[in-house]
């Protein structure tokens, strides 16, 4: 994968196509997801057109009338690229590059680009060229002029062109390598995420909406430094910490990439074997943005995604971020949640405390008494379940021990065999 450092700016001009089924409302949030992706692209919109059809031009997109209008625009605002905010077919594409001088690229491209420049891991910059080489291969017919240069800037981060031009035997050679290579790295997760499985370790992912601020919460509670940024995509790689909950137990956090409205279906299908980690979670955190005036929907995207992940089992506990921004409509949609600011230390207090009471309603309460000299389940007790009382008992002359179990351990069949009063 071959990746352009942009250091200026490049000027934009966003395009955006209303359709009869879209409120006013949403398709004008959409327009400004468009600009806040153009802006984590390095792009500044100098300008954002719309025109209301009854469905988009077969040929190109938006109506004749409009296209005269963006050409003027394009001179004389000296646009470089043009975004539109729909998936363009590759005729369109091809009959709207021929039309103007700026680079044309739609939403797929611009989300693309900003996750070839966002992978750091060998993982994602593989899931990101596999993505990449997907969405080009129906579109390599017809660009030979566009491919036959390397290019610099938004949308052109990623596989070389000039092998794209080459031949389309090369590419599909390309895509099952990139597959081969991945499903080695899945399986070197999938032995590692069993090895977790066996130790029984409590995990818990952090799932939500793109930018609503899962690597702040995941940095503050496990003192971590995954990048934070407020732009779109800011983590892609995921990663895995331990998190120490109040009562002492030691559980396992991860922080996964943030989902997106219209998510292309390439990045969807490439990312999944990623987000297999929140499959394999005993506990949800879903990460809200609860100052985001879309934020509802934004709810029902991520929901959307857990369900094409065949994710419905797993408990979740919805963690509505922002609070210190949040206005006084905000009214949240979920029965089992808290309203936190993930820079205040009381609010990630609360946060643990809910995460623990999760936990617990997860395990199997219960009272053993321990031999004194049987010191090694004692320790196990306290570092392996969440211990809430112990004290000798003279009477018996044994460690009498309360607390709440995860009934999969090995030591629950041990102790309770033993030892259950």
């Known amino acids: 994968m071959i990746e352009t450092s942009q250091n200026t700016e490049e000027r934009a001009l966003l395009v955006g196509c ?8 949403r398709f004008l949030y959409s327009m400004d997801e468009l600009a806040s992706l153009t802006k984590t692209a ?10 209301k059809r009854n469905q988009v031009h077969s040929a190109t997109y938006i109506g004749k009338g409009k296209l005269e209008e963006m050409s003027k625009l ?14 363009l077919s590759p005729s369109q594409n091809r009959n709207l590059s021929a039309k103007f001088k700026a680079r044309v690229i739609d939403r797929t491209q611009l989300i693309l680009d900003i996750f070839a420049s966002r992978a750091k891991s060998k993982e994602g910059k593989l899931q990101v060229e596999l993505a990449q080489y997907q969405y080009l291969l129906p579109r390599i017919g017809g660009q030979g002029i566009a491919l036959s240069r390397l290019g610099g800037g938004i949308g052109t981060r990623g596989p070389g062109e000039t092998q794209l031009e080459s031949d389309r035997r090369h590419i599909r050679r390309r895509i099952d390598e990139i597959k081969a290579q991945l499903q080695t790295i899945v399986e070197h997760r999938n032995r590692y995420r069993e090895r977790r499985k066996k130790n029984q ?6 799932v939500g909406y793109t930018n609503a601020g899962k690597s702040t919460i995941f940095n ?7 990048f934070e940024e407020n732009l779109l995509f800011a983590t892609l790689d995921p990663m895995t910490r331990k998190l120490l909950l109040p009562c002492g137990l030691t559980t396992l956090l991860t922080d996964t990439v943030g989902f997106i409205e219209d998510l292309p279906t390439s ?6 074997s990623t987000l297999e980690e929140v499959r394999e979670a005993d506990l949800i955190l879903h990460v809200v943005d609860a100052s985001n005036p879309d934020y509802f929907n934004h709810e029902k995207t991520v929901y959307r995604i857990l369900e094409d992940l065949d994710i419905q089992e797993i408990p979740i506990l919805t963690v509505y971020n922002k609070r210190d921004l949040v206005s006084n409509h905000f009214v949240p949609s979920s029965n089992e949640m808290v309203l936190i600011s993930a820079y205040e230390k009381n609010d990630l207090a609360d946060l643990l405390n809910r995460i623990e009471k ?9 009272h053993f008494f321990i031999p004194g000299q049987d010191g090694r389940i004692l320790a196990q007790l306290k570092s392996e379940t969440i211990l809430v009382e112990q004290h000798y008992n003279e009477e018996k002359e044994m460690y009498e021990c309360k607390g709440f ?8 069949y041990e102790a309770k065999e033993f030892f259950t009063h």
Do not use: H
Not at 42 to 51: A, K, P, R, Y
Not at 201 to 206: D, W
Not at 267 to 272: E, K, M, N, Q, S
């Open 358 to 366: 999760k936990v617990i309603e997860q395990m199997e309460y219960y």
């Open 18 to 25: 209303q359709l009869p089924y879209m409120d006013e409302e």
């Open 220 to 226: 503050r509670l496990t003192e971590e430094t995954s």
């Open 405 to 412: 179990i995860n009934p999969n351990l090995p030591l629950y």
């Open 267 to 272: 990045l969807i299908a490439a990312f999944r």
């Open 42 to 51: 390095n792009g500044e919109v100098m300008l954002t057109l719309s025109q």
């Open 74 to 87: 394009e001179e004389e605002l000296d646009i470089d690229v043009i975004i539109f905010n729909d998936e």
């Open 201 to 206: 370790t409590f995990q818990i992912s952090l």
